[in-house]
């Protein structure tokens, strides 16, 4: 038996290991039924058949006597053993051959472990900023001058700062644009930006032809029409592939994400004034959720800075609308509270309860607008016209301000 390395002793995948049918209808059938096997879904998000010890031909004890109202948790019906995928991601397409490091890692991992991956097995170079991007899940479009201001300006912001750049991954939404700037704007002699997609591993599309230790894995970044699995997208650099033991289902990444990123702002990136690395979001387009994570963002402490793209759509237009009109009190003028509900309403299709309760989020993040960048459409992109030296040194201040 060969030894553990430490990458296998220190991080962990998922597995389900009791069956829970997700249907209200009681799961009456033997065990070996097949028909069930094929039709019946766990609340984990599985068929059956796909849970890894029926692939396996064996089967749990009790897994045939499942009480109809029992709630299926992630601590309760998973158990942890030692990643069983990663090493090189080699993706096929066409004659750019572009390679990520990746890992499936379990949702409790330690940030210290992963950190200590990065920078000494990784051999990432320490941040001097960390962004992190959020938005649309979904495929957005952007203007034409938008996206290459936007392009330009980013990759000139990632290299001159040496930054750590999160975002969900995959090859849809806000990451794609991310790697769309960094195939049209990084040269070869600056392709070595570090762009870190943390998403969970059950959405995957292909997740199987990554199994195996230290492997290099070919990865097809196509994708079947039909599919509700998503590719990783082939611009990010380095993939922590969070297993919650859930498969198709987004979220159970979050935590970890947002504790990586805050340990990774905590530590020093000037030893003689002790000064911590400088975070900031940047926010384009997005659904309700991203108001929510622009508040998560802002009631941090110390609390991060927040850059929205005004002009991509959606939560980012109606924050720079909502930022324009607010006063210094934090609050909008007489008369304006109605048709800000109203637009969100039909920018969200919400009904009237739901609207009036991201107004409130929305009011929430006005409390702290100071903390809040607007980055005008188009010409204005900030970082385009006036450079990363506009809103580094408001970054920095507010760190080291908080940091004493």
């Known amino acids: 038996?060969?030894?553990?390395?430490?990458?296998?002793?220190?991080?962990?995948?998922?597995?389900?290991?009791?069956?829970?049918?997700?249907?209200?209808?009681?799961?009456?059938?033997?065990?070996?039924?097949?028909?069930?096997?094929?039709?019946?879904?766990?609340?984990?998000?599985?068929l059956i058949k796909q849970h890894a010890y029926y692939a396996s031909g064996a089967g749990p004890s009790g897994a045939?006597?499942?009480?109809?109202?029992?709630?299926?948790?992630?601590?309760?019906?998973?158990?942890?053993?030692?990643?069983?995928?990663?090493?090189?991601?080699?993706?096929?397409?066409?004659?750019?051959?572009?390679?990520?490091?990746?890992?499936?890692?379990?949702?409790?991992?330690?940030?210290e472990d992963i950190l200590q991956l990065m920078i000494k097995e990784w051999h990432m170079k320490r941040p001097n900023l960390v962004i992190s991007v959020h938005g649309g899940m979904q495929k957005f479009e952007l203007h034409p001058r938008f996206k290459e201001a936007f392009g330009k300006g980013f990759v000139?912001?990632?290299?001159?700062?040496?930054?750590?750049?999160?975002?969900?991954?995959?090859?849809?939404?806000?990451?794609?644009?991310?790697?769309?700037?960094?195939?049209?704007?990084?040269?070869?002699?600056?392709?070595?930006?570090?762009?870190?997609?943390?998403?969970?591993?059950?959405?995957?599309?292909?997740?199987?032809?990554?199994?195996?230790?230290?492997v290099m894995a070919p990865y097809q970044t196509l994708l079947s029409p039909l599919s509700k699995l998503h590719v990783l997208n082939n611009l990010h650099s380095h993939f922590l592939l969070v297993d919650d033991g859930t498969a198709g289902r987004t979220g159970g990444e979050i935590n970890?994400?947002?504790?990586?990123?805050?340990?990774?702002?905590?530590?020093?990136?000037?030893?003689?004034?002790?000064?911590?690395?400088?975070?900031?979001?940047?926010?384009?387009?997005?659904?309700?959720k991203t108001i929510l994570t622009v508040l998560e963002y802002l009631q941090q402490s110390p609390p991060v800075p927040v850059v929205v793209c005004?002009?991509?759509?959606?939560?980012?237009?109606?924050?720079?609308?909502?930022?324009?009109?607010?006063?210094?009190?934090?609050?909008?003028?007489?008369?304006?509270?109605?048709?800000?509900?109203?637009?969100i309403k039909k920018t969200f299709t919400l009904n009237k309860n739901e609207a009036l309760l991201l107004f409130q989020t929305l009011m929430c993040c006005m409390q702290m607008k100071e903390l809040v960048t607007i980055s005008p459409p188009l010409i204005g992109c900030i970082w385009h016209l006036h450079g990363i030296e506009w809103i580094l040194p408001k970054i920095t201040f507010l760190y080291v301000d908080n940091n004493g």
């Open 1 to 46: 038996m060969s030894k553990m390395s430490w990458i296998e002793k220190t991080f962990h995948k998922r597995d389900c290991v009791q069956i829970i049918p997700s249907s209200r209808e009681p799961h009456r059938c033997l065990p070996g039924c097949q028909i069930c096997q094929q039709l019946v879904r766990c609340c984990c998000g599985r």
């Open 64 to 111: 045939a006597h499942v009480q109809e109202s029992e709630h299926w948790t992630v601590d309760r019906h998973t158990v942890k053993s030692s990643t069983d995928a990663f090493g090189t991601i080699d993706f096929q397409c066409g004659s750019h051959g572009y390679k990520a490091k990746f890992i499936r890692l379990s949702d409790d991992s330690k940030v």
């Open 156 to 214: 000139k912001a990632a290299v001159s700062t040496g930054a750590w750049i999160f975002t969900g991954g995959t090859n849809n939404g806000v990451a794609a644009h991310i790697g769309d700037a960094i195939k049209e704007y990084a040269t070869r002699l600056t392709h070595n930006i570090s762009i870190i997609g943390v998403a969970p591993w059950g959405i995957i599309e292909g997740r199987q032809d990554l199994i195996g230790n230290n």
């Open 256 to 288: 970890l994400r947002r504790e990586l990123e805050n340990k990774t702002s905590l530590q020093q990136f000037n030893a003689k004034t002790g000064r911590h690395v400088p975070m900031m979001a940047l926010i384009l387009e997005g659904g309700p």
């Open 310 to 343: 005004e002009g991509t759509g959606r939560a980012a237009d109606l924050l720079a609308y909502v930022h324009k009109h607010t006063e210094s009190s934090g609050l909008l003028p007489d008369g304006m509270e109605s048709n800000v509900i109203s637009i």
